[in-house]
């Protein structure tokens, strides 16, 4: 891979893109990278040292799969339909859809669970169910500083994945919220205190939720959580997967592991094409969100 500066980006090819771990594309973005998939390429800035510029071949003859993550795919869906010529020259699209309990950490989310139930059957139906990882992520508890109230967001976890199983779900990606500076600042300035537990507080709350999972036949598996790996029920996540793409496509696939995510990350390698100021500002404006710089 070889990448340039702002006046000289050259071009990086990659069998997977990501779009985006940094911020949430198909809610919000779809007009652009529209625009880019038909140009062919995009330019990327790298989010440590913008002066680095990466431009990212989006033919259909270098890429083989994209990994789309949402909280919010019924514009990704709308679109779909009517450019269904244009998604459809790639092998495989796959889907990190997560799913939360809806809570005052998520007021930017103003669709159902009900609607996006039916989301998630559109996409299971229409790329079948190897094509949709389901994420409920992240597992967070918190105070509110007027209350001093312990909460969390885990009131729907039961109702969410009885759903999700009738649609013929069987594998559930979490992770507990990690308490970055800048999350623990902005959840600050929105009136909560954010709560890091510890690893046997953790694991009785995961013995909980694998109960409610394996009445269902739902496997649940740690993003990022090498902790919690011991938890007889847990098995390490694959985000981005090489091997269940390979199943998909019929067909070889790179697997190199992701170096450029956290050091637990069971993630293959893939290019990102997202980022995090200017247009890329996620609108959902999650309190504990690990992406935004922001406070409000």
């Given at each position: 891979m070889v990448v340039g500066s702002k006046s000289n980006p050259k071009l990086v090819r990659s069998e997977i893109i990501s779009c985006s771990r940094r911020t949430d594309i198909p809610?919000?973005?779809?007009?652009?990278?529209?625009?880019?998939?038909?140009?062919?390429?995009?330019?990327?800035?790298?989010?440590?040292n913008r002066k680095q510029i990466s431009r990212v071949s989006l033919s259909a003859q270098d890429v083989k799969a994209w990994v789309w993550w949402s909280k919010n795919f019924q514009d990704w869906i709308q679109v779909y339909k009517s450019k269904k010529q244009l998604f459809d020259a790639y092998k495989a699209h796959t889907f990190q859809f997560t799913i939360n309990s809806p809570s005052e950490l998520e007021k930017g989310i103003q669709i159902?669970?009900?609607?996006?139930?039916?989301?998630?059957?559109?996409?299971?139906?229409?790329?079948?169910?190897?094509?949709?990882?389901?994420?409920?992520?992240?597992?967070?508890?918190?105070?509110?500083?007027?209350?001093?109230?312990?909460?969390?967001?885990?009131?729907?976890?039961?109702?969410?994945?009885?759903?999700?199983?009738?649609?013929?779900?069987?594998?559930?990606?979490?992770?507990?919220?990690?308490?970055?500076?800048?999350?623990?600042?902005?959840?600050?300035?929105?009136?909560?205190?954010?709560?890091?537990?510890?690893?046997?507080?953790?694991?009785?709350?995961?013995?909980?939720?694998?109960?409610?999972?394996?009445?269902?036949?739902?496997?649940?598996?740690?993003?990022?959580?090498?902790?919690?790996?011991?938890?007889?029920?847990?098995?390490?996540?694959?985000?981005?997967?090489?091997?269940?793409?390979?199943?998909?496509?019929?067909?070889?696939?790179?697997?190199?592991?992701?170096?450029?995510q956290r050091e637990n990350c069971g993630c293959h390698k893939s290019k990102d094409i997202g980022g995090y100021t200017g247009i890329f500002q996620c609108k959902h404006n999650c309190a504990y969100c690990y992406a935004s710089p922001s406070k409000n």
């Open positions: 809610a919000f973005l779809m007009d652009w990278v529209i625009e880019r998939m038909k140009l062919g390429y995009v330019d990327v800035v790298n989010p440590f159902s669970l009900e609607e996006r139930f039916k989301q998630a059957k559109w996409l299971i139906n229409t790329f079948g169910i190897p094509s949709l990882n389901f994420r409920f992520d992240p597992i967070i508890f918190y105070k509110v500083k007027e209350t001093n109230k312990l909460k969390n967001n885990l009131d729907r976890f039961e109702y969410i994945v009885d759903h999700l199983s009738h649609l013929g779900v069987k594998e559930l990606i979490f992770s507990f919220a990690t308490i970055y500076k800048k999350v623990q600042l902005r959840m600050d300035f929105r009136g909560y205190i954010p709560i890091e537990l510890s690893i046997d507080k953790k694991k009785s709350v995961l013995n909980r939720l694998l109960m409610i999972c394996s009445k269902r036949n739902i496997e649940m598996k740690a993003c990022c959580q090498p902790d919690l790996l011991t938890v007889k029920g847990v098995s390490q996540a694959h985000c981005i997967d090489a091997n269940k793409i390979e199943t998909i496509i019929g067909e070889t696939v790179k697997k190199v592991k992701d170096k450029g």
